[in-house]
C-alpha cells in the first residue's frame, strides 16, 4: 500500500495534527486534500526521493495549509510552497519534473453533516465525493523556483532588497509594492 493510499489516512492525519497541533475540520481536510493530489500526480514520497518534484499553491492561510506543509515537506521559506491567500480552501500541487498539475477543491460533501447530525467520516469517503481535481497549467518563472534569488533590486524610496522581479518599474524607479501603492500592512509609530 502506498502511504497516502486512503488506509494511511489516520496515520497522516495524526501526523499533520502534530505539526498543527489539534486535529480540526480543516486538518482533517487538509490532510485528504494533500493525499489527493499526490495521488493525482504520482508523488509518493514528497519528502524524501520526491522532494524536488513537488510545488504547492495555497490559497488560505487557515489549518488546512498547515496538512499540506507536514505532510509533503512543502514549505514558503523552501520556496517550494506559495500562499496566495484568496480566502479559498483550495490547494494546487505541481510536479516539477512533468510539468502536470492539479487544483484540488472540496466539494460541500465535507460539509454535510451526517443523519446524526455529526462530521462526516473523511476516512470512508471517496476522492470524488470530497473534491473537485481540475487539471491545470501552471507557468513558473526562474524567479518563482526553490533555490537562490534569481536577481534583486533596490527601491529608489525605501532602499530596501526586492528580490526575484517583485519590483515595480514606475515613471523611471524601480520601487517595492509597498512604496508604489504608498501603503503597507504595518504603519511606523511616530
Known amino acids: 500500500m502506498a502511504i497516502y493510499d486512503l488506509g494511511n489516512y489516520e496515520g497522516l492525519l495524526a501526523e499533520a495534527g502534530a505539526f498543527h497541533g489539534d486535529i480540526c475540520g480543516g486538518i482533517r481536510i487538509g490532510t485528504r486534500m ?10 509518493g514520497d514528497p519528502r524524501g526521493a520526491d522532494k524536488k518534484k513537488l510545488m504547492v499553491f495555497v490559497e488560505i492561510d487557515r489549518c488546512a495549509t498547515d496538512a499540506i506543509m507536514a505532510l509533503t515537506g512543502c514549505r514558503p521559506g523552501k520556496r517550494s510552497m506559495k500562499v ?18 492539479v487544483r484540488v477543491v ?9 443523519a446524526d447530525g455529526g462530521e462526516p467520516d473523511l476516512a470512508k469517503m471517496s476522492d ?22 534569481v536577481r534583486r533590486a533596490v527601491c529608489a524610496r525605501c532602499g530596501e532588497d ?12 524601480t ?9 503597507d500592512y504595518y504603519r511606523i509609530r511616530a
Open 34 to 43: 494533500t493525499m489527493c493530489g499526490l495521488r493525482h500526480l504520482g508523488i
Open 84 to 101: 496566495k491567500d484568496y480566502g479559498k480552501m483550495a490547494a494546487t500541487f505541481v510536479n516539477l519534473e512533468t510539468n502536470r498539475a
Open 106 to 114: 472540496p466539494t460541500d460533501a465535507n460539509r454535510r453533516p451526517t
Open 128 to 149: 470524488e465525493e470530497l473534491f473537485r481535481v481540475l487539471d491545470v497549467e501552471v507557468p513558473l518563472p526562474p524567479e518563482d523556483l526553490p533555490g537562490k534569488p
Open 162 to 173: 526586492v528580490l526575484d522581479g517583485r519590483e515595480v518599474e514606475a515613471a523611471g524607479e
Open 175 to 183: 520601487l517595492c509594492h509597498p512604496c508604489f501603492e504608498r501603503r
